[in-house]
């Protein structure tokens, strides 16, 4: 196995890169508030000439829609340039298979995502021509299992199931709650076939390196991008999909698991939690910091 370099510092590799492809929820703020320290970190190198950050997250949302929540959060507007979400990669989809009808799943602040997209909306599984998952209606109160019974009738009728947010979950203040990924693994386990266009997956990283490119204003040379995220099967198999060296933050949603004796990022334990789903980063760290 080889083991992450322990990277306590973002400025001793600035240099090495010109972009970074910087997560967002589990990296620069947990739902409830954003950090200082990565938020400052993301903003020097911002800063630097010919240096850009994009955000690129899993947030079913458009772009647009979620740039409000980042200034409610006092996320710097310095501290990125650019701004993908697997909202965006997913219209793309969902406009394919207009008008559908749709069966759709999850909270009300999401339908951002279906403006202007010309959907029908179905009552069920049983009058769709597809689904389309956010997440849960209720993420603080429900799990994907009260959604069994409806993904079984679907599964059966072997519809598609959109998924606009690969997370399975993350972490909002000190809890951990479902998101979209999770009901899509369940669906899986019944059978049924799913589609995603957020990270690991390449479509979100096309956006991103368009965005990427626009920034430049060159051809993006793909060994001088970084890409940081604390989920292992999102962040850093997406990373590892576009042959990207990746900054693993290794406490994020998997806690102290990375975080040694001593307090200090364990690399063999940042290390271990990657083989177990076949990842690997180039540098591990508790958190972003410059």
Same mark, same amino acid.
């Given at each position: 196995?080889?083991?992450?370099?322990?990277?306590?510092?973002?400025?001793?590799?600035?240099?090495?890169?010109?972009?970074?492809?910087?997560?967002?929820?589990?990296?620069?703020?947990?739902?409830?508030?954003?950090?200082?320290?990565?938020?400052?970190?993301?903003?020097?190198?911002?800063?630097?000439?010919?240096?850009?950050?994009?955000?690129?997250?899993?947030?079913?949302?458009?772009?647009?829609?979620?740039?409000?929540?980042?200034?409610?959060?006092?996320?710097?507007?310095?501290?990125?340039?650019?701004?993908?979400?697997?909202?965006?990669?997913?219209?793309?989809?969902?406009?394919?298979?207009?008008?559908?009808?749709?069966?759709?799943?999850?909270? $009300? %602040?999401?339908?951002? &995502?279906?403006? /202007?997209? *010309?959907?029908? !909306?179905?009552?069920?599984?049983?009058?769709?021509?597809? =689904?389309?998952?956010?997440?849960?209606?209720?993420?603080?109160?429900?799990?994907?299992?009260?959604?069994?019974?409806?993904?079984?009738?679907?599964?059966?009728?072997?519809?598609?199931?959109?998924?606009?947010?690969?997370?399975?979950?993350?972490?909002?203040?000190?809890?951990?709650?479902?998101?979209?990924?999770?009901?899509?693994?369940?669906?899986?386990?019944?059978?049924?076939?799913?589609?995603?266009?957020?990270?690991?997956?390449?479509?979100?990283?096309?956006?991103?390196?368009?965005?990427?490119?626009?920034?430049?204003?060159?051809?993006? $040379? %793909?060994?001088?991008? &970084?890409?940081? /995220?604390? *989920?292992?099967? !999102?962040?850093?198999?997406?990373?590892?999909?576009?042959? =990207?060296?990746?900054?693993?933050?290794?406490?994020?949603?998997?806690?102290?698991?990375?975080?040694?004796?001593?307090?200090?990022?364990?690399?063999?334990?940042?290390?271990?939690?990657?083989?177990?789903?076949?990842?690997?980063?180039?540098?591990?760290?508790?958190?972003?910091?410059?």
């Amino acid at each position: 196995m080889t083991l992450p370099h322990a990277l306590t510092h973002l400025s001793a590799v600035a240099d090495d890169y010109d972009v970074l492809l910087c997560d967002v929820w589990g990296v620069i703020h947990n739902g409830r508030e954003s950090w200082a320290g990565p938020c400052a970190a993301l903003s020097a190198f911002n800063a630097l000439p010919g240096k850009h950050v994009v955000l690129i997250s899993n947030s079913p949302r458009p772009a647009a829609d979620v740039v409000a929540q980042l200034d409610g959060l006092a996320v710097p507007r310095e501290s990125w340039h650019a701004f993908v979400t697997s909202g965006d990669a997913t219209r793309m989809e969902l406009a394919q298979r207009a008008p559908g009808p749709a069966w759709i799943v999850g909270p $009300d %602040r999401d339908w951002p &995502l279906y403006d /202007g997209l *010309g959907l029908e !909306t179905a009552n069920g599984p049983d009058d769709a021509a597809f =689904l389309s998952v956010t997440g849960l209606r209720d993420d603080e109160s429900e799990t994907p299992e009260h959604y069994r019974h409806d993904l079984m009738s679907a599964a059966a009728r072997g519809l598609d199931l959109i998924c606009a947010n690969p997370d399975r979950v993350v972490q909002r203040g000190d809890r951990l709650i479902y998101c979209g990924g999770a009901l899509a693994d369940l669906y899986e386990s019944l059978g049924g076939r799913v589609v995603m266009a957020g990270k690991p997956f390449d479509p979100i990283y096309d956006l991103a390196m368009t965005e990427a490119q626009a920034l430049l204003g060159r051809p993006v $040379d %793909r060994s001088r991008v &970084l890409c940081i /995220g604390d *989920g292992v099967i !999102t962040d850093v198999l997406g990373a590892n999909s576009q042959s =990207l060296d990746c900054l693993f933050i290794a406490q994020g949603i998997h806690g102290d698991k990375a975080r040694g004796d001593d307090g200090w990022l364990d690399p063999a334990l940042a290390g271990a939690l990657l083989q177990a789903e076949g990842c690997h980063a180039r540098y591990a760290a508790l958190e972003l910091a410059w």
